[in-house]
């Protein structure tokens, strides 16, 4: 996620196929109210994008913001081309700060065959073994089984056929009948539960072992499928 001032003006920011979060920190503070953290000692581009900059001295935080935007002003000052996160060096145009949604192709997340709750952190979708042993917040099976639930509704709001057609009356499908942002998805499954109760979430017609999770954790489920669900427009 670096990319500093060298690496910088040998590859030109419209030919690298990944951006740094340098670029974005800002944007997603300002536009996103998204603030961020980082914990490194290994860059000091940072120092320009930060509002707060704090050194853990033999275990005593001390603040340096002003120290630090001093050093990179300096630093600036003597180099022949100033990096400017959010210039393009080449160009000299403002990268854009627009973050791009993320879209669903919800009948791609169909499991096409059986779906099983192995244990709090698998879930055989289909053909394919869903790890969530990353997610840490995920306490227990009864979440996972309720996040299971989430995705086989996800793909019923697809079908006009689904076990499910309270998803159509959410106006989920917002550009075609299929494809959705990833946080509506996630917003109208939570609304969903938050009206109808938990049990919408079952499989069968009442399961008294279900728990609640959070969006977050059916988000990160969804990022872990490995089929093609997720676009990006």
Not at 26 to 40: A, G, K, N, Q
Request: aromatic share 6%; glycine share 6%.
């Amino acid at each position: 996620m670096i990319r500093d001032a060298k690496m910088a003006q040998l590859i030109p920011y419209n030919k690298e196929p990944i951006t740094p979060l340098l670029y974005k920190i800002r944007s997603l503070f300002e536009d996103l109210h998204v603030s961020t953290i980082l914990v490194m000692g290994g860059s000091g581009d940072y120092f320009s994008v930060a509002d707060l900059v704090l050194w853990m001295d033999s275990y005593v935080c001390k603040d340096v913001t002003a120290k630090a935007k001093e050093v990179y002003n300096t630093a600036t000052t003597t180099t022949t081309t100033p990096f400017n996160p959010c210039i393009n060096l080449n160009s000299n145009q403002k990268i854009s700060k627009t973050i791009p949604h993320r879209y669903l192709n919800l009948s791609n997340i169909h499991p096409e065959g059986k779906v099983s709750v192995r244990s709090k952190g698998m879930v055989q979708f289909g053909n394919t073994e869903l790890d969530l042993g990353g997610l840490e917040q995920i306490v227990g099976i009864a979440q996972t089984k309720a996040i299971s639930g989430a995705l086989q509704v996800l793909a019923s709001a697809a079908s006009s056929n689904g076990r499910n057609n309270s998803m159509s009356s959410l106006s989920l499908l917002r550009r075609s009948k299929t494809s959705v942002t990833l946080l509506e998805a996630l917003k109208a499954v939570d609304d969903l539960v938050e009206r109808e109760g938990l049990n919408v979430l079952a499989t069968k017609k009442f399961d008294g072992e279900l728990a609640r999770p959070r969006i977050f954790e059916i988000g990160g489920a969804i990022n872990r499928l490995r089929i093609e669900t997720v676009l990006f427009q």
